[in-house]
Structures are given as structure tokens and as C-alpha cells.
């Protein structure tokens, strides 16, 4: 559990909901972000999974995944779907925790002490934009590598060398779901010791290539519906939502049945 028990306590840490068989951090993004900064200085490999919906319902059909994610050490509720199915199992989270959102604070917070990040994912002229706009927003940024998402198995061994030669204290891996929470989980044993995020599309964000909703729409819990207006071809993959908010329905009248 991040934090572990005593930690949790002291920072008045409220656990973790269980969603599934599959575990959510109850974080405020704030709570969040001070926990990764925290772990970047703690000398070990902490793996961080910004989960959504979508996320965790293909976690309960693919086994691989479902173990990287109940392995992880911060599970976020990236969605308006997990606080929603957080609430219905009577564990609520206190607030969405958006991948997006918690890489800018880290992003804030590693700018303030120079601490090393390596970015690795998302297409070359966005992965170069995303770093030259991330330097923008936040002077200071020390960052120490980044290497692109299209490479293939020959180049796997070259990377985990550059990245361990780099020495991070914060790893941004943007090579979608859920190859980037696979890619962490293999290799973390080679790895250095570090913060590895898996931020999916959020480096197209920052680079100016891609738009998140309307604040309003956020706020509303309406971000997925925006990204269906957006690309209607998610259409097909936006089914797991009602299919996922079905099986938490299942989880929560189960829970409530006399034992």
C-alpha cells in the first residue's frame, strides 16, 4: 500500500478502495503528488498506475495486467468512472486524480529541487515539443534524458542502459495502456531506483498536439464524452464504461447480501 500503514495514518491517508479485486489509492491530487516526491527520494522503485475505467475493467480479463496493477505501489483513480464506482462500493475517493494533472505537479515539484526526470514515449516531434513546453512551465526543469515510444525489441537493451546511466529520480512513460504499466512491470528490476509513471496521452497534451475537455466539462465528468466527440473511433472502446460500471454494480449488491 502506498505510504504503508503507519505513514498512511500520520498523513491521515484513507487507504485504499477495493474496486474489483483491483486497488485505488483514496488520494487527493495533492495527496498524490507529495507522495511521489516523497518516493523519488526514498532510494527504491515505486511504480505509479494512473487507472481509469477502462483500465481496470481490462484489468479483470487480462490476468497480466490485473497483477501489475494490484502490484503497484499508487494506483490513482484517473476517471470519472472509478470516483463514481468508488462511491456505489461505499469507499469513496475524494477527487479524480487525472494522469495528466498529477505528472504537471510532479513536473512542479521536481522543477523546485532539480530533481532528474527522464521522459520516454509518445512520437519524436511530440516527445521534443512536450520537453521544450515543459521547461516553459516549469524553469529549472532538470531533465536528464527522454527517448521516443517507436522503438523495438533491438533497442530495449540500449534504453534500460541510457536510462540507468541517466540515474532519474522521476520516470514519465507515455506509451499508452497497457503496454507502458507492462513495460514498467518488466523492467523494473533493471531499472534504477526512481518514480515510474505511466502517463499514457498526457505528453501529447502537454506538447500542444492533443486538448482535454473543457474545465467544465472535467468538473462534470464529462472528459470521456468530450473524447468521443473528439474521436468518434473510441466509440468502440467507451463500451467498457456501462460494462464496467455493471460488474461495480454486481461487486456492490454482493457486498450487501447477508453472509
Not at 516523497?38 to 480479463?61: C, D, P, Q
Not at 462500493?89 to 487525472?98: F, K, S
Amino acid at each position: 500500500m502506498a505510504g504503508g500503514n503507519g505513514e498512511g495514518k500520520r498523513n491521515g491517508y484513507a487507504g485504499r478502495a477495493d474496486i474489483l479485486g483491483l486497488p485505488v489509492d483514496r488520494f487527493t491530487l495533492r495527496e498524490a503528488a507529495a507522495a511521489v516526491s516523497r518516493a523519488w527520494s526514498g532510494g527504491k522503485f515505486y511504480h505509479v498506475v494512473t487507472a481509469n475505467a477502462e483500465m481496470l475493467h481490462r484489468g479483470i480479463k487480462d490476468g497480466e495486467l490485473g497483477a501489475i496493477i494490484a502490484s503497484a505501489d499508487m494506483v490513482t483513480a484517473d476517471g470519472a468512472g472509478v470516483v463514481l464506482a468508488s462511491r456505489l462500493l461505499g469507499c469513496p475517493v475524494p477527487e479524480r486524480v487525472a494522469g495528466y494533472d498529477l505528472m504537471m505537479e510532479c513536473l512542479r515539484e521536481a522543477a523546485g529541487s532539480a530533481v532528474p526526470v527522464y521522459l520516454l514515449g509518445a512520437r519524436p516531434e511530440v516527445l521534443e515539443s512536450a520537453v521544450e513546453r515543459a521547461r516553459e512551465l516549469f524553469p529549472g526543469l532538470n531533465v536528464v534524458g527522454r527517448q521516443h515510444g517507436y522503438f523495438n525489441a533491438g533497442d530495449q537493451d540500449r534504453i534500460i542502459a541510457e536510462i540507468c546511466s541517466r540515474k532519474p529520480s522521476l520516470l514519465l512513460v507515455a506509451l499508452g495502456v497497457p503496454r507502458q504499466e507492462k513495460w514498467i512491470y518488466r523492467y523494473k528490476e533493471k531499472l534504477p531506483p526512481c518514480v515510474a509513471v505511466g502517463v499514457g496521452g498526457s505528453l501529447d497534451v502537454l506538447a500542444g498536439r492533443a486538448r482535454r475537455a473543457p474545465l467544465w466539462m472535467q468538473r462534470a465528468g464529462l472528459e470521456w464524452f468530450y473524447r468521443l466527440l473528439k474521436e468518434p473511433s473510441r466509440a468502440g472502446r467507451m463500451l467498457s464504461l456501462p460494462l464496467f460500471l455493471l460488474a461495480v454494480l454486481g461487486q456492490a449488491l454482493r457486498k450487501k447480501r447477508p453472509r
